[in-house]
């Protein structure tokens, strides 16, 4: 299997790409990788490494598309950057995947212009991993679509089903529309409606509340890419947030030196399941291919997670499941 890593993405290229590339072909036999970007800059790095030179090869992209470009004016002008190029390579077969640090925005417009939809599907949607106390689950979308219709709801139901119990090893999942209540009422007029369509799913678990999201009420939770947005970065904050308010705890109570230090090993251990690197990146499900984003501030850990995870995804077969899902 051969995956197209973008070595020109994210806050920390070409060292992150470099070294989790490095990390994934070795941690996965069968696995080759092709870094994607500006040659001369990833040979400088990969000069400070080992590395099977017969796994881990170079292909040219000489442009940068930087994170704050706007998304598909850069896909249209840049040519030669290592999100088209590595986009264009998945087209054509030369690679299985591509994974991307870089700008998401530009990731999306590139897979979707160059790779297309798959059979059936409206819209592709961005997927994002959620900590719950039953372990990660699915919510989705996150920003691919801000406004979503009645009808993509169901979609995005069976596409994320199938991503979810394939790749997130959850059985059975179970579905729920994110709402401002439970009752069948609630919300807008659209979402009322997309309840209407969601009932003739199997696992459709209703509506669920924001409070619901982490007893894992659901195990895939849908909502339009505004809100999505809103909820993933809000939980990417928790983290951070919650260690200011135990400091301030722990200077309260004028805590010794061996409590507070007690204290923070509970609060990382607690706090694991929001580490964003465990999964690397999350997929465009609906584009017809296998591309996947990460974190801008991804390290080599989050690049090896994503990359494997990107081959689990080919392994599986998503892409042909979610088609026959659909019809």
């Not at 000069?47 to 598909?72: C, F, G, K, N, T």
């Not at 999942?173 to 799913?201: R, S, W, Y």
């Not at 939770?221 to 400091?247: M, R, T, Y």
């Amino acid at each position: 299997m051969i995956i197209a890593v973008d070595a020109a993405g994210g806050d920390h290229y070409p060292k992150s790409p470099v070294e989790g590339s490095i990390q994934a072909i070795e941690e996965a036999p069968g696995l080759t990788v092709i870094l994607v970007g500006p040659e001369d800059v990833i040979n400088d790095e990969l000069s400070d490494h080992d590395y099977d030179q017969q796994r881990l090869l170079v292909h040219d992209a000489p442009e940068v598309i930087e994170m704050d470009e706007a998304p598909a004016q850069a896909v249209k002008t840049k040519q030669n950057s290592s999100i088209v190029k590595g986009v264009g390579m998945h087209k054509v077969g030369k690679c299985d995947a591509f994974v991307s640090a870089g700008n998401t925005g530009a990731l999306l417009a590139a897979s979707t212009f160059l790779l297309g939809k798959l059979e059936g599907v409206s819209r592709p949607t961005i997927a994002a991993v959620y900590p719950t106390i039953k372990g990660l689950r699915l919510m989705m979308d996150v920003g691919a679509n801000l406004e979503v219709r009645p009808e993509m709801y169901v979609q995005f139901a069976k596409m994320g089903r199938i991503y979810a119990s394939e790749i997130m090893d959850v059985k059975d999942p179970q579905v729920g529309l994110l709402n401002v209540g439970e009752e069948d009422e609630k919300g807008t007029d659209n979402l009322k409606e997309a309840f209407k369509e969601l009932q003739d799913l199997p696992n459709f678990a209703g509506n669920i509340e924001g409070r619901d999201i982490f007893p894992a009420k659901a195990d895939i939770f849908l909502c339009d890419g505004l809100v999505g947005n809103i909820v993933l970065k809000l939980g990417e904050s928790i983290p951070d947030a919650l260690e200011i308010f135990i400091k301030k705890g722990i200077k309260k109570l004028q805590l010794g030196s061996e409590e507070a230090e007690l204290v923070g090993k509970v609060l990382k251990a607690s706090l694991a399941e929001f580490d964003p690197e465990r999964v690397g990146g999350v997929p465009f499900l609906g584009v017809d291919g296998v591309s996947m984003v990460g974190h801008g501030s991804s390290s080599p850990l989050a690049v090896k997670n994503m990359i494997l995870n990107a081959a689990k995804c080919v392994d599986h077969n998503i892409n042909e499941k979610i088609v026959a899902s659909l019809k």
